[in-house]
């Protein structure tokens, strides 16, 4: 059976595991290596489980760990050639871990593993899709828009961890400068609660998608509760019932005693 579970998720940082109990892989570490351990440990899962890092981009709350914990464990560490030389520049690819450019789909055991292109502000940012053989996972975060190319890859995914990042009018009337609130609402940022609300509707609707983790929330924009309840009224909309027809989630910003069997 598919496991998945989010280490941390936040604006402070993201990581997130997908596998099996045995074995398995993290998508982005985005936080110390030491938090990183003890969220798999209280899962109950063992990092020497962990055969490769696969990172969206190199922002630091996605890569704030990675060159400790890949090192420490000889973790091989995928990224988009973007990605890759940024990380290369900035040392945290430093040559004491196995690191690879992805231009091709990767396969680690029988977990297939395929990135698609995200519009954020980095060099050269990703989204994943996760094939379990059975199952199939999607992770969408960072992305100031929801492309087609995005929809497609996201198509008859089991499970998508989707950016919820803002509530547009918290983010509005809160601390952040005017440059900073362009750039989050730009094209190039994140997504809103309520655009985040309709891509999961259709995903549901169009793709067969039936269960949905809320992500990489904003602590100084944005509310668990905010954030549920946007995409929950959508839902709604169409009549479905919660955890009859769907499953919909919150991710904490930090990890939980418990992770998802599908």
Do not use: W
Request: hydrophobic share 35%; net charge negative; aromatic share 8%.
């Amino acid at each position: 059976m598919a496991r998945f579970a989010t280490l941390c998720s936040s604006s402070k940082g993201n990581s997130t595991y997908i596998g099996t109990a045995s074995y398995g892989i993290l998508v982005d570490a985005g936080s110390s290596a030491k938090q990183l351990e003890i969220a798999m440990q209280t899962l109950q899962l063992d990092m020497s489980g962990v055969k490769a890092i696969f990172v969206t981009h190199e922002h630091s709350d996605h890569v704030s760990g990675l060159r400790v914990l890949a090192s420490r464990y000889e973790i091989p560490v995928y990224a988009s050639p973007g990605t890759y030389k940024a990380m290369l520049g900035e040392g945290i690819i430093n040559g004491k871990f196995p690191a690879y450019e992805m231009t091709t789909d990767v396969c680690i055991g029988e977990i297939g593993i395929h990135a698609f292109r995200t519009s954020h502000d980095a060099k050269q940012s990703t989204g994943y899709t996760i094939d379990l053989g059975e199952r199939k996972v999607g992770i969408c975060t960072d992305t100031g828009i929801v492309t087609n190319e995005i929809l497609r890859n996201l198509i008859d995914c089991d499970l998508v961890l989707l950016e919820s990042n803002h509530d547009p009018v918290m983010l509005n009337n809160g601390p952040y400068t005017l440059p900073l609130r362009r750039r989050i609402l730009s094209d190039i940022g994140h997504l809103s609660n309520e655009t985040c609300a309709r891509v999961a509707q259709e995903l549901f609707a169009n793709y067969r998608t039936r269960r949905f983790i809320l992500g990489h929330l904003s602590q100084e924009n944005n509310t668990p509760e905010k954030a549920y309840a946007c995409t929950k009224a959508m839902f709604d909309k169409l009549g479905a019932v919660e955890n009859r027809d769907y499953i919909l989630q919150v991710a904490p910003e930090k990890c939980c005693d418990r992770y998802m069997i599908f």
